[in-house]
T-cell receptor
Framework: QKEVEQNSGPLSVPEGAIASLNCTYSDRGSQSFFWYRQYSGKSPELIMFIYSNGDKEDGRFTAQLNKASQYVSLLIRDSQPSDSATYLCAVNVHGAGNKLTFGGGTRVLVKP | DADVTQTPRNRITKTGKRIMLECSQTKGHDRMYWYRQDPGLGLQLIYYSFDVKDINKGEISDGYSVSRQAQAKFSLSLESAIPNQTALYFC?????????????FGPGTRLLVL
C-alpha cells in the first residue's frame, strides 16, 4: 500500500462547478498536510496546508481533514480553465524532520 | 529574481557519464531537498539536508550523491548516469517552522540519459 494515495484522474469538471479531490494516507502519525498545484512541466506551488481536523478555506479553495478516517480533501469552487493542472497531496509525519511524502497527483481538467 | 534556481534547466547526457545538477537559493532557508519526478508520478525524495553539516538519504538515493557546499547551495550528482535516471529533478527549500513548515520548489531540471 502506498503511503499517500490519490486518484490519478483525469477529473473532468465543467467551468464554474466544484472540483473535489481526495487523498488518503496510511501513517496515523501524520501531522501536516499540503496541497500543491503543478502545471505541466512546471514546479509544484503550494496552494494551502492544514493540520487540524475540519475545514480550512482560502479563496476558492477549501481543504478538509479527517484524521480518524485518514483522508484529506481539496475542494475548488467556481472552477476555472486556469485550474486545469495536477494537484499533489503531500503529508508530513511528525518527527520525520519535515520529510514530505507525496501522492501521485490528480489531474484536473476544467472544460469551458 | 527567482528565490530557488536550478542549473542546468535541460540536459542530455549519455549512459555512464557523470553529471551534476546545481541548486541555489536566496531564501535564507537551512533545509534543502532533491526530488525526482517521473511522468505521471508524484515526487520521490532523493536526498535532504537540514544544514551544511547534515546530509540524509531519502527514498531513492541509490545511484546519486549530494554535496552541500554552503547554506545556499546543494548539488546533486549522478556518478554514472543510466537511462532510468531520465526524469524531472526538483530542488526544494524550507525553513524550520513546525507543522506549518512549507517547502518551496525550484523550476526543475529535465534530464535525458541516452
Amino acid at each position: 500500500q502506498k503511503e499517500v494515495e490519490q486518484n490519478s484522474g483525469p477529473l473532468s469538471v465543467p467551468e464554474g462547478a466544484i472540483a473535489s479531490l481526495n487523498c488518503t494516507y496510511s501513517d496515523r502519525g501524520s501531522q501536516s498536510f499540503f496541497w500543491y498545484r503543478q502545471y505541466s512541466g512546471k514546479s509544484p506551488e503550494l496552494i494551502m496546508f492544514i493540520y487540524s481536523n475540519g475545514d480550512k478555506e482560502d479563496g476558492r479553495f477549501t481543504a478538509q481533514l479527517n484524521k480518524a478516517s485518514q483522508y484529506v480533501s481539496l475542494l475548488i469552487r467556481d472552477s476555472q480553465p486556469s485550474d486545469s493542472a495536477t494537484y499533489l497531496c503531500a503529508v508530513n509525519v511528525h518527527g520525520a524532520g519535515n520529510k514530505l511524502t507525496f501522492g501521485g497527483g490528480t489531474r484536473v481538467l476544467v472544460k469551458p | 529574481d527567482a528565490d530557488v534556481t536550478q542549473t542546468p534547466r535541460n540536459r542530455i547526457t549519455k549512459t555512464g557519464k557523470r553529471i551534476m545538477l546545481e541548486c541555489s537559493q536566496t531564501k535564507g532557508h537551512d533545509r534543502m531537498y532533491w526530488y525526482r519526478q517521473d511522468p505521471g508520478l508524484g515526487l520521490q525524495l532523493i536526498y535532504y539536508s537540514f544544514d551544511v553539516k547534515d546530509i540524509n538519504k531519502g527514498e531513492i538515493s541509490d545511484g546519486y550523491s549530494v554535496s552541500r557546499q554552503a547554506q545556499a547551495k546543494f548539488s546533486l550528482s549522478l556518478e554514472s548516469a543510466i537511462p532510468n535516471q531520465t526524469a524531472l529533478y526538483f530542488c526544494a527549500t524550507s525553513d524550520a517552522g513546525g507543522r506549518q513548515e512549507t517547502q518551496y520548489f525550484g523550476p526543475g531540471t529535465r534530464l535525458l540519459v541516452l
